[in-house]
């Protein structure tokens, strides 16, 4: 697609349930990247994939979080056991090889109830 | 560690003000830096960068010079108008193959 697209853009969902949020992200784009938009807090690194290289895994949070990217396209974020300071906005992007061009998605906004 | 620190907002100024948002930087190496904005019910966009010290980044009206003595990344404006309401981020890309390490981002208001 023309953008990388995030689905859904709102989601609500009572603590302690599973979330699972989506990333389609430009076609022939190799790099991947997961943030996470805190009020208050600026933008946190989550996760990165390159190509087929093992994702960097070094900004999940807890061991609720994880991701994949299935075909080095589509990428799914899930949060386990939700809780409240999970409430968030989580942002994707992707970008070509040069790594230069990131492109963000417009978000997915998570309340945790 | 690689951190962006820039000042805090909101800032608000009346249209055609000048306008200056603070940004400096520790990395380690040669990092390239960014701005971005992120306006209202939007996604954020790339507004400028610069990968090598004392290059000028430019776009819309808006500059920002990469000072490696001073480590910094300040952002500016020459005459502001309505339309440039939005979050302002500084970022920086680490040499090597890392992700974007942003700041906190700015909340700029410009009422008319």
């Known amino acids: 697609g023309a953008g990388v697209s995030q689905s859904p853009s709102n989601k609500v969902t009572e603590k302690g349930k599973d979330v699972e949020l989506r990333c389609d992200p430009i076609s022939g784009h190799t790099a991947l990247y997961w943030y996470r938009q805190s009020l208050g807090q600026g933008l946190e690194f989550l996760i990165y994939f390159q190509g087929n290289s093992a994702p960097d895994k070094s900004g999940l949070p807890s061991d609720r979080f994880s991701a994949e990217r299935t075909g080095g396209s589509v990428s799914t974020l899930t949060i386990q056991r939700t809780q409240q300071e999970d409430s968030a906005v989580y942002l994707c992007?992707?970008?070509?090889?040069?790594?230069?061009?990131?492109?963000f998605g417009s978000g997915t906004r998570l309340t945790v109830v | 560690g690689n951190s962006v620190t820039q000042m805090e907002g909101p800032v608000t100024l009346s249209e055609e003000a000048f306008l200056t948002i603070n940004c400096t930087y520790t990395?380690?190496?040669?990092?390239?830096l960014f701005w971005y904005v992120q306006y209202p019910g939007e996604g954020l966009q790339l507004l400028l960068k610069a990968t090598k010290a004392d290059d000028k980044g430019s776009n819309k009206g808006f500059e920002a010079t990469y000072r490696k003595e001073t480590t910094s990344f300040h952002l500016e404006k020459g005459s502001v108008q309505v339309s440039d309401s939005a979050v302002y981020f500084c970022a920086l890309i680490p040499t090597g193959n890392t992700p974007l390490v942003f700041g906190k981002g700015t909340r700029l208001s410009v009422i008319a």
């Open positions: 990395a380690t190496g040669y990092p390239s």
């Open positions: 992007a992707s970008s070509p090889r040069d790594k230069y061009g990131y492109t």
